[in-house]
């Protein structure tokens, strides 16, 4: 086998060497170079080549060995490139280049056979689309982890209470298993979300050729099912400079980043000492290099702080098509570095998330139902007690805003009023109203469908472990 070192120079050995005087300057070729970063392509490329290459001797453009020796060709450098030895250089210019090359290097001239009926554009959007698929099904794997975590401290805390807010404003208390289980419905709209994505990822561009098909009597259709594609473009200038796909991927990306990053927002709230609703591990903490006290949330302000890569990622891509004429265009190359950084940045950000709410933070229940009895955040409940006795909920509601009122004056809370000054306020109130006020029945008369009330709440539990037992693939 011939090693790397053996691979002659560079610029002169582009493929349109002949067609050109003078060589790229050195510079040009390192900004024009891709193999930097699509070298992350490789085994999608090598797979993609193996089915271009077995469509070539099925339809008898190529022999039957010639299409064997090129397989073979190929695998060797997957093995190559697995132990590390195949370790391309800028002078390939990308991935593309440097398998070719390797391949003529390993087998000879039938090596140059390989990119008959094909060209670099269908190939790359090939590579990437198969790229894609594998990533998205990763980020599903990841998705049902975190779900699955989420589920299990839900099912810890159903009847512990959290206050619920709107505008940051104590508002009503909560099951914190309610509370866990709206993140739960946002990652599994995001993992619909990604299977919708994959469905238009799943499309083979091969054969397009450069933008206008090939004169070779290819066979599309049998290279994309090799690939395990559900279908092929149909127009080839589409085929070649669509990135519709990653754009969309891209935008589901971002609402996971969405999710994640408001409930890291959550998380470093509920950390503060102001509202203390949880303590963080030290496998999920960092300490200040001054104030010896610190603890700090830097897991979620991490996943906060990187939700803004890819928003910029989904920007820079739409910005990228915007102004492209059909078809290929070099621009597109641009695609690359976007999508590998948008992958790796939800992958991360979703693996650490997991680890945080399965091993690296604890809720305080003590607290947290302790904080739903010192406030005000009963106040609907009697309304709706005057409501449920005939008062007009409008009147009620006024009613309590004057109860209140009064309360805050006197420094008091709803449950310290006494009956005389209850019924003073509205001949209706009877011994019942404490009962009404007491924050477990506060959360669990709220049993509506969907609501946070016990019964609710698990119910809910029991259509996410129903969806968590579905095949991974909605
Ligand atoms: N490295 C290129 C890319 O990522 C491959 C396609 C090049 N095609 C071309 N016509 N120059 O887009």
Redesign the pocket.
Known sequence: MESQASVPSPLSQQPWSQRFEGSLHPAIALFN??IGF?IALIEYDLTGSQAHAQMLGHTGILTASEAEAIVAGLEQIRQEYRQGQFQPGVEA????FAVERRLTELIGDTGKKLHTGR???D??GTD?RLYLRDQIDQIQVHLRQFQRVLVTLAEANIETLIPGYTHLQRAQPLSLAHHLLAYFEMTQRDYERLSDVRRRVNLSPLGCG?LAGTTFPIDRHYSAELLGFEGVYGNSLDGVSDRDFAIEFMGAASLIMVHLSRLSEEVILWASEEFGFVTLKDTCATGSSIMPQKKNPDVPELVRGKTGRVFGHLQGLLVMMKGLPLA?N?D??E??EAIFDGVNTVKGCLEAMTILFEAGLEFRPVRLNAAVAEDFSNATDVADYLASKGVPFREAYNIVGQVVKTCLAQGKLLKDLTLEEWQVLHPNFEADIYGAIAPRQVVSARNSYGGTGFDQVRQALDRARSLLLSPEKS
Request: glycine share 0%; hydrophobic share 30%.
């Open positions: 170079a891709s699509d210019e990308d991935v593309h060209s670099r554009n190939q790359v990437i450069a290929y070099k597109l190359q695609d690359k």
